[in-house]
């Protein structure tokens, strides 16, 4: 599977040079010039690299990097100007990985997303929101210091909503995916009463649920917080 490299970069010739100097028959690419289109893309994709600058015109980066980690682990490299000691101080505080400073070689720039990218099909499969944490390579589950037991439907299940986080997911679409293709077997019920076990296990008030939204007539949303 190909990977998501995710550039965040309003100089236009440097974000397509970046992309051409990274690119590779395994790197797939989405470029942004503003937090915002990129805000919207990871509301409904997983990437595995983030290559973001400090300075956009809708924001400055370092908050957008403590956004993110609100709910994913997702390697970031901050791209910042003339080694500002105090920007890289503080978005390596906030959550990033790595900072390359303008102008940069872009060996060094290839070199540092390669380090990167070697670790990231660990980290895109933590999934992190408030007190909840699932690591769906290790198969641990945890709210707060809870840690909780999911069946491997459940957990198919919920990795398919966390995965979507924002999007609504039709029934017909989860009962085909969690079931793999089992659906002359199974019954639509069954998916039903695996969301109500997973609220139960999961959500705080599982008769008003925070995170597994109904999306009625349609089918179910994880939901992202504010």
Known sequence: MNKQLLIIEDDKKLNDGMKLALKADEHDFV???????????????????ILLDVNLPDGNGIDFVREIRRTSLVPIILITVNNMELDI??????????????????????????????????????????????DFDKMEFAKGEQMIELSKTEQRLLRLLCENKGATLKRSYLIDQVWQ???????????????????DKLELDPKNPKYIKTVYGIGYMWVIEP
């Open 31 to 49: 470029q942004c010039r503003q937090i915002a289109e990129a805000r919207k893309y990871l509301k409904k994709h997983q990437v595995d690299l």
């Open 181 to 199: 293709g089992d659906t002359e077997y199974v019954d639509e019920h069954a998916l039903t009463v695996t969301i109500k076990r997973l609220r």
């Open 89 to 134: 101080v503080t978005g390596l505080e906030a959550g990033a990985n790595d900072y390359i400073t303008k102008p940069f070689s872009l060996m060094v720039l290839r070199a540092r997303a390669a380090v990167q990218l070697r670790g990231t099909h660990q980290n895109t499969r933590i999934f992190i929101q408030g007190k909840l944490r699932f």
